[in-house]
């Protein structure tokens, strides 16, 4: 049986050139996430995943860290820009899925809530199209460092996991820091 390989690629951003806004940087503790190459069979062997499943869940969730550094203290959002595959999730590869969760956030040291689209909560999804806001003490957090860690998690349709040779799969996508005020 051939096998599959998987790419997640990341590319950390920049933003804020006006000299009114602070000027960030984001770092990631890895720019690259690379899965082994990995069967059919492999992948069933994954809890959760059957030969029924309309999709199969590429083993446990990759985590990165992400740490965005700012030259003076300002309210942050943060985004993930990448191929949307619906409203909740970005495209992996032609047709799979994955979903990038925010969580352990604090700014300046200190732990931090998590907003996007009037919801708050300890951690949240980034969703295409959507910022997501940090929140300390019941107002937007204002600081110079925010931490954070990213969940990756994929997911490739059944059928797609069929192949006569090898395949890769690729997320790829920019993470940007913008000015919440």
Request: hydrophobic content about 40%; aromatic content about 8%; charged content about 20%.
């Amino acid at each position: 049986m051939k096998s599959l390989l998987f790419t997640f690629s990341f590319i950390s951003g920049l933003l804020f050139i006006t000299p009114v806004h602070a000027e960030c940087q984001i770092q990631l503790s890895d720019a690259q996430v690379t899965y082994p190459s990995t069967t059919r069979g492999e992948l069933l062997g994954y809890v959760g995943n059957a030969l029924t499943s309309a999709e199969l869940r590429f083993g446990e969730p990759r985590n990165l860290d992400v740490m965005v550094s700012c030259d003076r203290p300002t309210a942050l959002t943060l985004a993930f820009n990448g191929a949307a595959k619906d409203d909740r999730s970005y495209l992996f590869g032609a047709n799979g899925r994955a979903t990038l969760r925010l969580r352990n956030v604090s700014v300046d040291g200190q732990p931090a809530i998590v907003e996007s689209d009037g919801r708050r909560e300890s951690e949240m999804d980034f969703t295409p199209g959507h910022l997501l806001r940090f929140w300390q003490n019941g107002a937007l957090a204002t600081g110079t460092t925010l931490r954070g860690t990213v969940s990756v998690s994929a997911w490739i349709p059944g059928p797609a996991t069929r192949v006569k040779e090898r395949q890769n799969w690729e997320l790829n996508g920019t993470f940007v820091v913008g000015n919440a005020g």
